[in-house]
């Protein structure tokens, strides 16, 4: 935590005194914000747990490979790792993971990423024991029966010729993991025959199990069923009730109430909105009627969006907007905001009798694990994932905005303005637009201060995140714009973004790159072959090439997501060949940066390659760093740091300024740029 005061980072030159700016070219302004502090702000902090008067949270460190600790705040203040330095808290149920871990009475459950088993840890710091067998096993998404002395949890079992639905594929079941069996006998299978299970949650008399299950070719943004069955005397489960879901409806967060009834979050009205279940009848009532998402696409597991305190008063996050609310549940249906400095929040809980924590984050604060009195709004931060302080006045601060798009569409987007109160640009001059395009595709642009951002803005560099039609927090129909369109609307409202930033004068329209990670990075490429002069470079960090292989080789979970999102498989393979940007690298002129993991197994490094070859032998400056012992997502702070510079390098050779900064040279292969400044070109 800080005392408020302002601090020069390290190596930085201090605050002009009033009045006095350095009139310097846009991209060249001098930054407080370095490499390596983008490394040090990516350690992540998420999943914040209550145990008794504890908090816990899992924190990934860059500076430790990426993994992921378990970290508990005791209630004296005083912060522990709770798991040693080689464990890495993290599993890959699903391919994503989320709900890698569990803290109960002291003692931590967690996933192994290296072995796939449970462990258990009753000392902080110290080697635990594992509790699940060895094998080709995964465990997600637990929950405590502290009666019949068991964990509940997801098992993925990738066991060749196991329980899998085909020889091929990982078969999903819901599993009770028993705490003082040996590790060889302590597992039992509860619940399958669907593709996918999530959300085991225990009601709090202990009789009955609510969770949640979907199908190929469905995501379960899409279609999902929310079953609760009786616990028998044995623990084996009775005949489930199907409590809601669908066809054509997703349900989300299951979470029992203090008194039994059930509460989850439903979009039968086009939003997903809260409802509550008691059992009594079979149905469901609507809590609070709104045109908002009390919900998220459920990539990763553990995921909580709504909290109950001891007095069974229900709070909730919900998405409005481009942002994030807390909001008080009325009994009458009213929704009360309580007001906070955050504008993003995730996995919501209780503390104690009358506490809330979460994380969350802000235009002007990094992400937080915080508590909350939500009486009076009054937050403690007790731990951020950036010390680094910066002067608020060379913050960029979001301007929401929307522009009109294809077919009489309306988009939305964050604009971040150049910003740095040291420097000011050569009259007339218009800022390099750097326009991002989040992942997901169903993900959204997140309006919490980002220091990859800061680190454009702040040497004068406007960056446009675009939601996209698809993007989550505008309404399932919003997201449905997308279902068949990949490639097509996400494309188009990118070009459509830029291009009215652009008419603003916000932007400039000869300078403007597309950027983005993974599905965003698909995009990006294809904006580069289907709308070759609309941008003058891009970025891809582990983009989609190669639609066809992602249909084909990619993991269970998004195995079927092209179904609804291109066509289905094989049957739409020409259109999977039309729209995938490796099928159409000739039609690519302009500058391209490939950013890739070698470990990589939803984008195999094979497709970067494919494009860096073509590119090069037809002489298009592209420039392609590929990072060892990194997957889908860089973790590694080496990897970190090496991009964010190529990054910068790039586009000051692109775009004809000459970064501040002292950068390790860049091979940009292909002709020449013009304005190249003093930066090399081999």
Partial sequence: MTDGRQETPSGASPPPTAGERTIAPYGSWRSPIRPE????????????????PDLYWLEGRPANAGRQTVVRRRADGSIEDV??????????????????????????????????????????????????????????????????RRLYAVREDHTAGGLARTPTEASNELVA???????????????????????????????????????????????????????????????????????????????WTPDGSLVFAGDWTGWWNLYRWTGADGASEPLAPAEAEFGDPMWVLGRSDVAFLADGTLY????????????????????????????????????????????????????????????TGACEEVRRSVELDLDPAGVSIPQPITFPTAGGAVGHALYYPPTN???????????????????????????????????????????????????????????????????????????????????????DPRRMAIAGGSAGGFTALRALTAASDAFAAGISYFGVGDLGS??????????????????????????????????????????????????????????????EAALRARGVPVAAL????????????????????????FLGLVFGFSPADKLPPLELAGEELPGAGEMTVR
């Fill in 83 to 148: 798991t040693p330095p080689d464990f890495n808290a993290r599993t890959r149920v699903h391919e994503y993971g989320g709900g890698a871990y569990l803290p109960a009475d002291g003692v931590v459950y967690a996933s192994s990423f290296g072995d796939g088993r449970v462990w258990r840890f009753e000392r902080p710091g110290e080697a635990g024991d594992p509790i699940t067998p060895e094998g080709a096993l995964r465990y997600a998404d637990f929950d405590l029966d502290r009666g019949r």
């Fill in 626 to 649: 590929y990072f060892d012992g990194e997957g889908h997502g860089f973790r590694g702070a080496d990897a970190i740091i090496r991009s964010v510079q190529a990054e910068l390098a």
């Fill in 550 to 611: 992602l249909a084909r080789d990619t993991h269970k979970f998004e195995s079927r997501y092209l179904d609804s999102m291109v066509g289905p498989w094989p049957e739409a393979e020409a259109l999977y060949r039309e729209r995938s940007p490796i099928t159409a690298v000739d039609r690519i002129s302009v500058p391209v940066l490939l950013l890739q993991g070698r470990d990589d197994r939803v984008v195999p490094p094979a497709q970067a390659e494919t494009i």
């Fill in 37 to 52: 502090h983008l490394a040090a702000a990516a350690i992540s902090l998420r999943e914040p747990r209550p145990d008794g």
């Fill in 421 to 507: 109160p040291a420097f000011a640009a050569p009259p007339g001059e218009l800022p390099p637009l750097y326009v991002e395009c989040h992942g997901g595709p169903t993900a959204s642009a997140s309006s919490s201060i980002s220091l990859a951002t800061q680190f454009l803005t702040s040497r004068g560099i406007a960056v446009l995140d675009v939601d996209y039609r698809g993007s989550t927090g505008y309404g399932r129909a919003y997201r449905d714009l997308l279902r068949g369109a990949w490639g097509v609307v996400d494309l188009e409202d990118a070009v459509a973004a830029a291009r009215h930033v652009a008419t603003q004068g916000l932007g």
């Fill in 316 to 375: 909730a996050t919900c998405r409005r907007d481009g942002h994030d609310l807390l909001v008080r549940v009325g009994h009458d249906g009213v929704l009360e905001p309580v007001f906070i400095p955050y504008t993003e929040l995730e996995g919501i809980r209780a503390l104690g009798t009358d506490h809330l924590a979460f994380a969350a984050g802000a235009p002007d604060r990094p992400t937080a694990i915080a508590i909350c009195d939500p009486a």
């Fill in 177 to 255: 993991i028993s705490l003082d069996a040996p590790p060889e006998a302590a597992v039992t299978r509860l619940a399958g025959g669907h593709d996918f299970v999530a959300a085991p949650r225990l009601a709090p008399d202990g009789r009955r199990l609510a969770w949640l299950t979907w199908d190929h070719p469905a995501m379960p943004w899409d279609t999902t069923e929310l079953w609760v069955a009786a616990i028998g005397a044995d623990g084996s489960l009775g005949e489930p009730e199907r409590v809601a879901g669908g066809p054509g409806v997703s349900v989300q967060g299951p979470s």
